[in-house]
């Protein structure tokens, strides 16, 4: 099953004025994200249906709420103050601080998206724990920041990890995958790879001919005639 990865950069320094009044900044951002995402709601409700029926997702559904969920992460990671630039409307995440990654896969499972309002109830409760978590680190990383200009290590990791566990938690609701979220994963290079192939069997080396020995060929010539 495919991974959903979401980076971004930790940098120094950090930009005081636009941390300072990041709540304001955000709220057109908040506002195109809360209508859309009842968009994205009434496309994972038709695709339930058709992974039901037919045990696929269909693409042209998954593809547009692949487009709302790039854009709410990065909604989210400008929110949690993970980066100062200004995230761009819609799905683009060209030449933008936040990257998520996620491949499609048309086959199902019938069974876990058909009964995923009660798959998803032990995700839901860790995000809702880990949120609340992270309310409270963002504003002490904000009071952070305004005083330092640098946003700690720490905290920075532990709200990206915030971040990665929510788009996980977003793309499972949303029916556009089957792993399960997990806190933790979803960093990039983590994934395992195929094992490597295994080096072939080396043959065993020739034994080297037998050396003829000297007296052995020298007694079976015969001994030189005399002449005169």
Do not use: C
């Not at 499609?104 to 809702?128: C, D, K, Q």
């Not at 920041?145 to 977003?170: A, D």
């Not at 793309?171 to 790879?193: C, F």
């Not at 007694?219 to 030189?224: E, K, R």
């Amino acid at each position: 099953m495919a991974m959903l990865t979401a980076d971004t950069d930790y940098i120094e320094p950090r930009n005081r004025l636009t941390v300072a009044f990041r709540l304001i900044l955000a709220i057109p951002h908040i506002i195109v994200n809360y209508v859309w995402t009842y968009f994205v709601e009434i496309l994972a409700f038709i695709q339930w249906f058709i992974i039901v029926f037919t045990g696929k997702r269909n693409n042209g559904i998954w593809g547009l709420q692949w487009a709302w969920l790039r854009y709410s992460s990065r909604v989210l990671g400008y929110e949690v103050l993970l980066f100062d630039g200004y995230p761009r409307f819609g799905p683009d995440q060209d030449h933008l601080p936040m990257e998520v990654d996620l491949a499609y896969e048309e086959p199902a499972s019938r069974l876990t998206n058909g009964l995923r309002f009660l798959w998803i109830i032990p995700a839901a409760l860790v995000g809702l724990v880990v949120g609340i978590g992270a309310f409270f680190v963002a504003i002490v990383s904000w009071f952070a920041i305004l005083i330092t200009g640098k946003h700690p290590r720490g905290m920075f990791e532990f709200l990206l990890n915030v971040t990665r566990y929510s788009v996980q938690l977003n793309a499972y609701m949303m029916l556009m995958t089957d792993t399960y979220p997990k806190w933790g994963s979803g960093v990039p290079g983590t994934v395992p790879g195929p094992a490597p192939l295994a080096p072939p069997p080396m043959s065993a080396p020739t034994p080297a001919s037998a050396p003829v020995s000297a007296s052995t060929s020298g007694a079976s010539l015969p001994p030189p005639t005399a002449t005169g």
